[in-house]
């Protein structure tokens, strides 16, 4: 299995509250992403990072912020937390070669609920 | 914008019946086609990934076809046993940085 690590694993908050998930490897991929997954949308990608420092928005990126100081961690950010992000949230890394064909390896998840 | 169709939503087999799942994606652009399992709770598993210049890949029990011009895949398993059920994604890189789109699964339950 690919060493990546979620924390927290699981976590209730309220409305309104700043909450940060992180992703940390141990395999040095260059590529990290974070996807969310709700029933009747599947998963869907929030933010990735393509290196130290560099990040972009994916599909569904409102509300949320992230950050990448270090090739092992990647930290997204909700800044005011909304019921609309109860979600299940996954971390995935990837070393892509030419024409990006390597394949994503995932996290365990974070289930996060905000009431 | 790309999107990804799975179908059937749900499946029950028996166990050792073979059986096809199927994946369609709107855009044919792609650089890639992967399928994941996923069980409940748990993180995704790759099981197999087409690059958009094959056809198909296999690997034990799963075969998976890529027909890239009709945008079309199938997943293939053969001899299905109780351990194979689980949820199962099919997901396309059709843009840069391996950003990837994603079906909504096909849930599959295999009873002895």
């Known amino acids: 299995d690919a060493g990546i690590t979620q924390s927290p694993r699981h976590k209730v908050t309220e409305t309104g509250t700043p909450v940060t998930l992180r992703c940390h490897q141990t395999?040095?991929?260059?590529?990290m992403y974070w996807y969310r997954q709700d029933p009747g949308h599947g998963l869907r990608l929030i933010h990735y990072s393509y290196g130290v420092k560099d990040t972009d928005k994916g599909e569904v990126s409102d509300g949320y912020s992230v950050s990448r100081s270090k090739t092992e961690d990647f930290l997204l950010t909700l800044e005011s937390a909304t019921s609309s992000q109860t979600s299940v949230y996954f971390c995935?890394?990837?070393?892509?070669?030419?024409?990006?064909?390597?394949?994503?390896?995932f996290g365990p998840g974070t289930r996060l609920t905000v009431l | 914008k790309q999107e990804v169709t799975q179908i059937p939503a749900a499946l029950s087999v028996p166990e050792g019946e073979n059986l096809v799942l199927n994946c369609s994606f709107t855009?044919?652009?792609?650089?890639?086609l992967q399928w994941f399992r996923q069980d409940p709770g748990k993180g995704l598993t790759s099981l197999l990934l087409?690059?958009?210049?094959?056809r198909e890949q296999t690997s034990g029990r799963l075969n998976a076809s890529l027909d890239k011009s009709s945008g079309r895949s199938t997943l293939y398993i053969a001899a299905s046993q109780p351990g194979d059920s689980a949820t199962y994604l099919c997901?396309?890189?059709?843009?840069?940085?391996?950003?990837?789109?994603f079906g909504q699964g096909t849930i599959l339950t295999v009873h002895p």
């Open positions: 855009d044919s652009a792609i650089y890639n």
């Open positions: 087409i690059q958009s210049s094959q």
């Open positions: 395999e040095n991929h260059r590529y």
């Open positions: 995935a890394i990837s070393e892509l070669g030419v024409s990006w064909t390597d394949t994503q390896y």
């Open positions: 997901a396309v890189t059709g843009t840069s940085y391996g950003k990837l789109t």
